[in-house]
């Protein structure tokens, strides 16, 4: 209902400055109106129908070039094909000029070249130059559309392969935890069994309680392998990666040390603080693994870099830094990669309650640092960063909802200044159009007798029905060879209720006779109203 009452008030005012140059009473101006407003309605549904029927329109009423040019934008913006579209827009371009041609003497645009002019200037600004933008529109919003669908798959992507380094790190320590509590299993089982041989001959019932022992402990070691492999294969590293009871360790540190310095990197390690032997397993887990992740990616990325790996231990935390610096040789590229191994870290961090960052130092190089509890206590800071993101990207809507907001107000804007220029190139055509017409005081060459019809067409104003048939029946006789005779629009008013009427008749295209007379008027509205005689 509103785009209604808009384009009706668009036709208004523009039917409004064009009046003057047109022959059109306002009930016939208001039927064609109405219809246009209509087309500009169904524009998004019937795209092609809408651009098709106001070019047409637009031949009769100029006044519904505006809603012409809002639907060429919208059918242009709307339609995908460019075969499609470049269809469109020829035959949108070529409907105006053909309905002005044709209705150019009737309209009281001027001759039919006059008025193929008219519909050509009609058409570049209201068709072309609107079909051209909103061509360029539906491209760009293509294309946002396909890189916000890029983005999307891109951050589902990174989010799968966050969650993939998740669930590969809690299945590195389901691992671990298979070798270090089924170490301890084993070690009963084989005591037990030991006692269970000794039981034999001095206490044979007491025998029986080792036998069960050793059973239970069996099936300990068999349903714990069960439901750890569920989160993924169990095979035991081997090397530096093995797991002891002194991983984690002063000198575990120092090992993985001294492989660096051998396979090239220069590494200053410190260590301050008591040795960590009396610490949980998995908080030296955390930090082995966070010294051999960092010296791996350094042998990756920094080959030639100077490290350093300090590790802290206090009464209540242990932290691990480790940097390394520019690369001497080479453009630093520290830190790039698939980041896998440091998400994996800050799982495991995070799992025993620490804190975790890695990125680029200002001065170039790399920096990891670790914050772990000394003693995490029983589940640790077992969290998931799932809810966190989902918290942020909500936090994210309002932000978002603010923007679409803006991009709305600033479309609509644009599309009232485009509708304003639009307007502003059509007038200036119609007026240019109108002031070529010849006008009362202009004769480029009196017609004469003997003249060719062409030349005389030239030097008046075209043939007029009205004219024809206030002539009919009051004019004098014909002369007996004439062929065809042509009445020419009148511009002046009637005088004493009398219209001045010159007629030109023609024999085989070549003028015979030129009548001036004048004929009884009764007049409602000259040039646009009706007319009797």
């Known amino acids: 209902m509103g785009e209604a009452i808009l384009a009706g008030l668009l036709v208004l005012l523009t039917f409004a400055a064009e009046r003057p140059s047109l022959r059109m009473s306002f009930d016939n101006a208001s039927i064609l109106a109405l219809i246009g407003v209509g087309l500009v309605v169904v524009r998004r549904r019937f795209p092609v129908a809408s651009v098709l029927g106001l070019s047409a329109l637009m031949g009769l009423l100029p006044s519904t070039g505006l809603l012409t040019a809002v639907a060429s934008h919208t059918a242009t913006r709307l339609t995908k094909a460019p075969q ?19 209705s150019a003497p009737a309209t ?49 992507a990174r989010r799968l392969s966050d969650s993939e380094s998740r669930l590969h790190e809690r299945s590195r320590i ?16 084989l005591h037990v069994g030991g006692l269970e041989m000794a039981l034999r001959e001095e206490s044979p019932e007491l025998r029986e309680e080792a036998t069960l022992v050793r059973r239970a402990t069996r099936d300990a070691m068999r349903e714990l392998r069960e439901v750890l492999g569920v989160l993924g294969p169990l095979g035991r590293d081997t090397g530096t990666d093995v797991l002891t009871d002194a991983t984690g360790t002063r000198s575990d540190i120092e090992v993985l040390v001294e492989e660096s310095r051998g396979g090239g990197i220069s590494v200053e390690f410190s260590w301050e603080g008591d040795d960590l032997d009396t610490r949980p397993a998995r908080v030296r887990r955390a930090v082995h693994r966070v010294v051999r992740e960092s010296l791996t990616n350094v042998h990756r990325y920094a080959a030639g870099a100077h490290v350093t790996v300090t590790v802290t231990h206090t009464d209540g935390r242990v932290g691990i830094r480790v940097r390394n610096g520019v690369v001497p040789t080479a453009p630093a ?40 509890p000394a003693d995490p206590g029983i589940g640790g800071g077992w969290t998931d960063a ?86 009919f029946g009051r004019e004098p006789e014909r002369p007996e060879s004439a062929t065809d005779c042509l009445y020419p629009y009148v511009q002046s008013k009637p005088q004493g209720g009398r219209l001045d009427i010159v007629r030109y008749c023609f024999r085989s295209d070549t003028l015979i006779t030129i009548d001036r007379f004048a004929v009884p008027m009764v007049t409602d509205g000259l040039h646009g109203g009706r007319t009797h005689g």
Not at 121 to 144: F, K
Not at 174 to 189: C, N, P, T, Y
Not at 452 to 465: I, L, N, S, T
């Open 333 to 372: 590229t520290t830190g790039l990669g698939s980041g896998r191994g440091l998400i994996g870290l800050r799982e495991r961090v995070a799992l025993l309650g620490g804190t975790f960052e890695a990125g680029a130092t200002p001065g170039g190089g790399f920096t990891v640092t670790a914050e772990i």
């Open 174 to 189: 389901a691992a671990e935890m298979h070798d270090l509590v089924g170490h301890r299993l084993s070690l009963i089982s």
């Open 84 to 102: 499609r579209r470049a269809a469109l827009l020829l035959a949108g371009v070529a409907l105006p000029m053909l309905a002005c041609f044709v």
């Open 108 to 156: 009281g645009i001027g001759s039919r070249p006059y008025g193929l002019a008219l519909g050509a200037v009609l058409a570049a600004t209201t068709v072309l130059i609107p079909g051209l933008v909103g061509t360029a529109g539906g491209q760009q919003d293509r294309l946002l559309q396909a890189l916000r669908e890029r983005t999307a798959a891109a951050e589902e």
């Open 386 to 471: 799932a809810p966190r993101e989902a918290a942020a990207v909500g936090a994210a809507e309002p932000g978002r909802g603010l923007s679409r907001v803006e991009l709305r107000l600033t479309g609509a804007v644009t599309g009232l200044l485009g509708l304003v220029g639009v307007g502003v190139m059509m007038l200036f055509g119609v007026v240019m159009v109108h002031k070529a017409l010849p006008g009362p005081g202009y004769h480029p060459e009196t017609p004469r007798v003997g003249m060719a019809r062409q030349q005389v067409e030239g030097a008046v104003p075209p043939d007029d029905k009205v004219v024809r048939a206030a002539a």
